[in-house]
């Protein structure tokens, strides 16, 4: 059986050797490097803990005994499911069983100024990408011209406050405690900040709240300024703006805060889940497919724990390539058994003797020296080579004895250059509050004629969705200004969802069918500039409140007759899940309209993500043929799958740009 495994990371690596010199296996492992990656202590490089080739293991090393294993250098280009053959850089590779373990990248949500000016840290060279910035701007600090140039190269922003983002930040925090005050006795390092943004509530949110608790305190008592419920809308290399409209100024902004799966080319748009991760039934094989699996970070499996999938961790993915490791060697797929996780625990360290650690079963947790033992004694025991771990423990002894490490080199081969990219104009600010979002399927002919250039469809679990919004425009401004009479309007519109692939990202936007203001107005600037398709009817919005419910309503006159669309909803408002229909129809960030048959104009929308209020009740009588076509008159006949009530918050639309 000749079985091709994409990706040395831990699950694709797992399973290779779980299936080493096995009798009847022949394996193909195929990765971009020569080298398995010890992710975890990415953080450790970057702050210069740790030399990179402690954290890395040749490949080809760890099969040197093998007769069945051949690690081949490349990159998967496409996979061609009716051939039983992939596309690599290096040539086709042909297969009976293809193993998908491509792992997982940074995601910067569509947001292309990240991209530019932030730091990733999801490979070796990015983390010595990130050590270079870093020590570098110490370096320029000591020529800075003014205070607020120095404030700027003293300023460290860690975005993300799960475990990377926690051990990341602690680790800074120790530099500058114990390191940098002698490297540069210049410098006055009390003027030194280290900020920990988080866009929830807490730090480690998927740990104990025992732990969160303590995670915290642990960074705030070496120095970090910790920012719960704080998003970033954009960084172009020098200011920060936040989700509150304050900015920070930063030379530097360490990216943590989300990862999406390398989704590989030839793979059903209708399988990839939220966070671009592949679907597969409880057997990790690709749902449709007979002979294609998926591991670790990629793969979406639904189970009753995990109705959600898996956590997109280590232990899940070498679990998963034990259990499929079992199967492939079982005699028929009859005998195959379903994949369960068993999870051993989480962990995360801060600093020196600063850890926790939360066992689910029996249900403990640890803190302080003990958990920072446990952290350590079982990283060593999962780094691969002897030699690694010994000179892994090595320099932790040193660096515990001494306060100190002796990696901190400048290789001009990691320098990225400072190229700021500027924040785009803003067109418009404005607040959208309280939005009913009725959600109805619609067939993908039905939105055919809508469709801009070069975008396509978006689907959620197999649907295809249009939906009727409704909400208040509040505080608007247009170029920085109020217009006078034309700050605060109701409006509703029907659109639909659709992607446009750039850069290898997915965007995720809207096109609206209609939209309707009272303000004549807003119309004409809209329609002018945006190519939007508005249009004016006399509104109106009411809201009511007592301690258990609210009632949210809109009203839009079209030809003599009032249609209405209302709510009954809870008062206590509650996060979005990820991964859920009420993040899906919320997070598209982009608008798009058809200018021409081969022309598309697109526009970005900022705002941080909503809550929502839990809907009891719910209104709905629109004229759907007489205002947007028949085409859209079954949706009188229908109701809503869902129906959403979305706080919502401050947006600003930014300005727009051609697509040809």
């Not at 990341?168 to 900020?195: H, N, R, T």
């Not at 915290?216 to 300024?225: I, K, P, T």
Request: hydrophobic fraction near 40%; include cysteine.
């Amino acid at each position: 059986m000749k079985i091709v495994i994409v990706g040395g990371g831990f699950a694709g690596l797992r399973l290779a050797r779980r299936l080493n010199n096995q009798v009847g296996f022949e394996i193909t492992l195929l990765d971009r490097f020569n080298y398995h990656q010890f992710q975890p202590l990415f953080y450790q490089v970057a702050t210069a803990g740790l030399d990179a080739s402690n954290i890395s293991f040749p490949l080809r090393k760890a099969f040197h005994n093998s007769k069945n294993v051949r690690i081949r250098i490349g990159e998967l280009e496409e996979i061609i499911p009716s051939e039983n053959r992939i596309r690599t850089s290096i040539g086709h590779i042909d297969y009976d069983i293809l193993v998908l373990a491509t792992g997982a990248d940074t995601n910067f949500f569509n947001n292309q100024l990240l991209k530019e000016n932030a730091f990733p840290m999801k490979s070796t060279v990015e983390a010595l990408q990130l050590r270079h910035r870093l020590i570098q701007n110490f370096e320029d600090a000591l020529l800075a011209k003014d205070e607020a140039e120095l404030e700027k190269l003293l300023t460290i922003v860690v975005v993300g406050g799960g475990p990377t983002g926690v051990e990341l930040s602690g680790a800074i925090a120790e530099m500058k405690s114990y390191v940098l005050p002698k490297d540069y006795p210049e410098i006055d390092f009390s003027k030194m900040k280290i900020y920990l943004l988080e866009g929830m509530d807490r730090t480690l949110g998927a740990m104990s709240e025992k732990s969160s608790e303590q995670s915290q305190r642990y960074l705030e008592r070496l120095g970090v300024q910790v920012l719960t419920n704080t998003l970033v809308k954009e960084y172009d290399g020098e200011k920060v703006l936040l989700s509150n409209g304050s900015v920070l100024r930063s030379g530097v902004v360490i990216w943590a805060a989300g990862i999406k799966g390398n989704i590989p080319k030839g793979i059903d748009q209708e399988l990839i889940a939220r966070g671009s991760r592949i679907k597969v039934d409880r057997f990790n094989r690709v749902l449709g497919s007979a002979n294609i699996f998926a591991l670790g970070d990629l793969a979406y499996m639904e189970t009753a724990t995990y109705p959600n999938g898996h956590p997109q961790v280590a232990p899940v993915a070498m679990q998963q390539a034990d259990r499929l490791a079992k199967n492939l060697k079982s005699k028929t797929e009859k005998d195959y058994r379903a994949f369960e996780y068993y999870d051993k625990g989480s962990m995360a360290t801060v600093g020196r003797n600063l850890a926790v650690v939360d066992i689910p079963k029996p249900r403990l947790h640890f803190g302080g020296f003990l958990a920072w033992m446990i952290w350590m004694g079982l990283h060593l025991v999962l780094i691969l080579g002897v030699k690694n771990r010994l000179f892994v423990f090595l320099n932790w002894l040193y660096n515990y004895i001494t306060y100190d490490q002796s990696l901190r080199l400048i290789f001009k081969e990691f320098y990225r250059p400072k190229t700021p990219k500027k924040m785009p104009d803003k067109f418009l600010t404005a607040e959208w509050r309280k939005l009913v979002l009725a959600n109805y399927p619609v067939e993908p002919g039905i939105l055919q004629p809508f469709l801009p250039y070069k975008t396509e469809l978006d689907v959620f679990n197999n649907t295809h969705y249009i939906s009727v919004v409704a909400f208040m425009f509040c505080n608007t401004r247009v170029m920085g200004l109020r217009v006078p009479f034309h700050t605060s309007f109701p409006e509703v519109n029907l659109r639909f969802y659709v992607r446009l692939k750039r850069n290898d990202e997915w965007k995720r936007g809207v096109v609206f069918i209609k939209e309707i203001v009272p303000k004549p107005a807003v119309s004409f600037v809209a329609n002018s500039f945006f190519n939007e398709r508005y249009a004016t009817m006399p509104m109106r919005s009411y809201k009511e409140q007592n301690p258990e419910t609210q009632k949210v309503g809109y009203q839009w006159k079209h030809r003599g007759k009032w249609n209405h669309l209302e709510v009954k909803a809870g008062i206590q408002p509650k996060q979005i899940e990820p991964g859920s229909e009420e993040e899906f129809i919320t997070q598209h960030f982009w608008g798009y309209n058809a200018v021409s048959r081969n022309k598309t104009t697109e526009y970005e929308v900022s705002h941080p993500k909503w809550e929502q209020y839990p809907v009891k009740e719910y209104k709905i009588d629109c004229d759907f043929t007489g205002i947007y076509g028949g085409a859209f008159s079954y949706l009188s006949n229908i109701q809503p799958l869902s129906v959403i009530l979305a706080e919502g918050s401050g947006i600003s639309v930014f300005n727009k740009r051609v697509i040809r």
